[in-house]
């Protein structure tokens, strides 16, 4: 080739088509991997196999987002039914919460060993593929180590990803111009030359490549109770960890009831607590008492979602934990009654939003479909971008960060103690009605997730859009307080007329932060439709 381009830089709007399918179909944010898990179907495995190998594969393909040592929630409808898997650990045993308020204060740090949580990932695929799955392990996870130790090349997002958490943790890790020691495995495993790839380099992964090998001879066992377990634990102790090999030892992943509510005569599911789908479900619950105009762009709508999501997420960070600790139960804070009495908060004007009491009355998101009509909606996460910054030597597992969602509170539920697992913000979501499945959807981002499946929903339910029109549609994030950030196609009419209501608005130039999504949709023919998120890679792999 002998010109230039940038992967990054598009001057003109371009519009995706849905895609149908019958006998399969695979939605992701990396083309590679899309096309992992149809392989996965045209060789006879299902949707389960198919999530797992595309789960796998991402952890190479797209390791800004996710890896083998962060968390995963799964929901499965298989012959019928809908399972819900969480597989987010717990805090270390050896954590010592005085200790840790004694050196930070009230503030969980974001990096280095603190945060990191026992991982999950790895024991998910073990259940569900003993569960569910067609294929042996060491099969689905083949494509996967294909890539890692024969290369690919890095597609544009992630590329971008990928050099914006270099930049953050080669100044983050940084002590008198010497990279920290429990970090310089970062770098020497996801670094080329000193710096972090450019869109279409070809790298390669062969520590991952040697891991993922490893669990796939063990069906997982070794990371959990075996010689990965035994170098996790070393260099948790070489590095000042809380972390060791007992703690993952005593981990498995769960299947549980997943939680649902009925908006307009759909059935929408999520995962319960410690994760906080539920705010996405109390936020339907307080919209579903309102009667929306046939079309979204209307500063009355908007208004409404983001007045329902701030009340129903001051109520998610307020008593959303392990449920162990919690105070109070999904049911109270899923009650139509309760929505009732906050929706009645709800005004003309922006309110700044307090928890009511209801005992009155860098993530990677996929989606899989089979011919037999099992479905799975799927969602794995480092947390933030590569997560904790700690990387297991000769590894490549980047360990994630999600003990920064603990508080260090002694009086909160969600303070950070050994053996409780943190509030997650990693979320499935599944869209039913009578008792049928429609489908699998999720939008990944952090605290933006809930606030996704919300707009995603309305849009779909609401305002009659397609799947692929329902991710295309600006979005907005609530932040905090009155602030709300929209993006820049976002109608200007009604961000003048949403600032005229007390919304305090900004206008973001990147629309990463605002989530990145996918959905399957099966109809009564059993025909797939699949959409893919605009904001990144996407790609809907259908047969």
Known sequence: MDFDFDALKYSYSSTRRVVYGKKGMVCTSQPLAAQVGLDILKKGGNAVDAAIGVAAALTVLEPTSNGIGGDAFALVWIKDKLYGMNSSGPAPMRFNTKKVIEKYGNTMPKYGWIPVTVPGIPSAWAELSKKFGKLSLKEILKPAIEYAEEGFPVSPIISKLWNMAFENYKNSFNENNKIKEEFKPWFETFTFGGKAPQPGEFIKLPNHGKTLRELAETNCESFYRGKIAEKIDEFSKKT??????????NFKAQFVEPISTNY???????????GHGIVALMALNILEGFKFESVRESAKTIHRQIEAMKLAFVDGQHYVTDSRYMKVTPEQLLSKEYAEKRRKLIGEKAIDPKYGDPSCGGTVYLCTADKDGNMVSYIQSNYMGFGSGIVIPETGIALHNRGNNFNLDVESENCA???KKPYHTIIPGFLSKDGKPIGPFGVMGGFMQPQGHLQVLTNTI????????????????WVGGKKIEVERNFPYAITEELIRMGHEIKVVPDSIAMGRGQIIWRNEQGVLVGATEPRTDGVVAAW
């Open 240 to 249: 000042g960890g809380f972390l060791r090999k007992e703690d993952l030892m």
């Open 462 to 477: 609401d305002f009659g859009m397609n799947p692929q029109e329902a991710l295309d549609a600006p979005r907005w994030q």
């Open 264 to 274: 307009r005569g759909y059935t929408i599911s999520e995962i319960p607590p410690n």
């Open 417 to 419: 103690i050994p053996g």
